[in-house]
């Protein structure tokens, strides 16, 4: 069967870093998604990864490593307003989407 | 301002009754879906559409039914909603044929009684 997993639930202190993992086990691979989503709202689109390696956009960066199956998302200087969900999602050899269940991520003062 | 809407927001219902939800979006995206989410479960994909006339089943797709008549709209049906269709449901849309990031819609929070 097609997997993702991510840590539930993290708690970081505003103005630090912290990274949120993803692995996955598809059937093919053909892109890796981050999203947030604040509680009670729509996803809104990070990032995208293809090819093995760092991307970097503003405070946010992702990382993907597709010989490992495994994907991070990195946030710098946290800030209050960066408490929200974060879901990973794979596109598979179909071009489907395959949906982590998301992590959630507690800032506090 | 591009956008993806939906509606009703919020819906209580009853077992039986027939409803729909509308999903309309102004970017001329080629590409439409429809997704319910249940906590712990993330975000699961009942139907999606490639272009006009053109609709397939995602995951999770029995119960509801859907039309692509339009470009833009793209309405979610539930014939005869029963309690296990409780759920948190988005549209989402994106350019050509899904390949690329998706603009979702604000929600529609549906409750079967």
């Known amino acids: 069967g097609q997997n993702i997993d991510q840590p539930t639930e993290m708690t970081a202190t505003e103005g630090a870093i912290v990274q949120i993992n993803c692995t996955y086990q598809t059937s093919g691979f053909n892109g890796l998604f981050w999203y947030q989503q604040h509680a009670g709202e729509a996803p809104t689109f990070l990032s995208y990864?293809?090819l093995d390696g760092l991307e970097e956009k503003g405070r946010f960066s992702s990382f993907l490593s597709r010989s490992k199956g495994y994907s991070y998302l990195l946030l710098k200087e946290l800030q209050m307003k960066d408490s929200a969900s974060y879901l990973c999602a794979v596109r598979d050899s179909n071009y489907q989407l395959i949906w982590g269940a998301g992590t959630k991520l507690i800032i506090k003062p | 301002e591009a956008q993806v809407t939906q509606n009703p927001r919020y819906l209580i219902t009853v077992t039986g009754k027939k409803l729909t939800v509308t999903c309309s979006q102004n970017m001329n995206h080629e590409y439409m879906s429809w997704y319910r989410q249940d906590p712990g479960l993330g975000l699961r994909q009942i139907y999606y559409?490639?272009?006009?006339?053109?609709?397939d089943k995602g995951d999770v797709p029995e119960g509801y039914k859907v039309s692509r008549k339009e470009k833009r709209n793209f309405p979610l049906i539930l014939e005869s909603p029963s309690p296990n269709q409780t759920s948190l449901y988005f549209c989402?849309?994106?350019?050509?044929?899904?390949?690329?990031?998706?603009?979702f819609g604000p929600g529609t929070r549906l409750t079967v009684t």
């Open positions: 559409s490639m272009n006009v006339e053109v609709t």
């Open positions: 989402a849309s994106s350019l050509g044929d899904g390949l690329y990031e998706q603009y």
């Open positions: 990864n293809v």
